[in-house]
């Protein structure tokens, strides 16, 4: 018989909260958990392995929205060695690739705005004789 952990437990094994837990189940990244005789959530090793590939795609910049929008391929990470993506193995509408490269494009999209940014505050203080710090928008050169 599978072991059964209720939401504490499950959520630090997974390393996260119990409120993160139930966030996830609401949004649908997670199953509705199996409920004890006094109707307490108990969870399964798989969905804290799940939840483990959650905060791992989570950690590395994708988004709740994107992770459910292919939520039904989560568990294909979350099996050990993780199975592709893939759809017979292409890159199509259903795998994360769509997914990723969405993100990729709006992180560019939001280096270059901080690229924009970053070179006007550059010429705001060539034209005001102030120099630009690492944690102040600018302040006074000594001496001028």
């Given at each position: 018989m599978a072991t059964r952990m209720r939401i504490g437990d499950a959520a630090a094994a997974a390393g996260t909260t119990p409120r993160a837990l139930r966030f996830y189940e609401?949004?649908?990244?997670?199953?509705?958990?199996?409920?004890?005789?006094?109707?307490?959530r108990e969870y399964g090793s798989?969905?804290?392995?799940?939840?483990?590939?959650?905060?791992a795609l989570?950690?590395?910049?994708?988004?709740?929205?994107?992770?459910?929008?292919?939520?039904?391929?989560?568990?294909?990470?979350a099996e050990d060695p993780p199975r592709s993506c893939a759809?017979?193995?292409?890159?199509?509408?259903d795998t994360f690739a769509p997914v990723?490269?969405?993100?990729?494009?709006?992180?560019?999209?939001?280096?270059a705005r901080l690229t924009r940014l970053t070179r006007l505050r550059e010429?705001?203080?060539?034209?005001?004789?102030t120099q630009a710090g690492p944690d102040l928008p600018g302040r006074a050169v000594p001496g001028q």
């Open positions: 609401q949004r649908g990244l997670l199953p509705p958990p199996d409920r004890s005789a006094s109707g307490q798989q969905t804290v392995v799940r939840v483990r590939v959650i905060r989570l950690a590395l910049g994708l988004t709740v929205d994107d992770l459910v929008s292919r939520s039904h391929r989560l568990d294909l990470l759809s017979d193995g292409d890159f199509g509408p990723v490269e969405r993100r990729l494009a709006a992180l560019d999209a939001e280096i010429a705001l203080a060539r034209h005001t004789g």
